[in-house]
């Protein structure tokens, strides 16, 4: 089995910045891609970023220039700096590993994490 464990988010300010990480483990293929999705209140899901295990990134309009993603292979993590906060990025935050490379990787899902921006 696998698991993604979630840390990190809560409240913050608008303007203000968090970090989330997701820590993956178990018994699993190879992870060749990593990623952040958000589902706020009657919205769909929706991708925020991706990274795949070469480094290369993939992020969502809304987020560019605001958001980071990184990985660190060794420690199967995922890390998403998001800087510049705005009410509109209040959603539950859910980590994705995906065992192809794709932009979207779905394979594993975290629980989720609350992310609230206050204005």
């Known amino acids: 089995q696998v698991q993604l464990v979630e840390s990190g988010g809560g409240t913050v300010q608008a303007g203000g910045s968090q970090s989330l990480s997701c820590a993956a483990s178990g018994s699993m293929l190879s992870i060749k891609a990593m990623g952040w999705y958000r589902q706020a209140p009657g919205k769909q899901r929706e991708l925020v970023a991706s990274?795949?295990?070469?480094?290369?990134?993939y992020y969502a309009d809304s987020v560019k220039g605001r958001f980071t993603i990184s990985r660190d292979n060794a420690k199967n993590t995922v890390y998403l700096q998001m800087n510049r906060l705005k009410p509109e990025d209040t959603a539950v935050y859910y980590c994705?590993?995906?065992?192809?490379?794709?932009?979207?990787?779905?394979?594993?899902w975290g629980q989720g994490t609350q992310v609230t921006v206050s204005s």
């Open positions: 994705a590993i995906g065992t192809v490379v794709t932009t979207t990787p779905r394979d594993y």
């Open positions: 990274i795949l295990s070469g480094g290369s990134t």
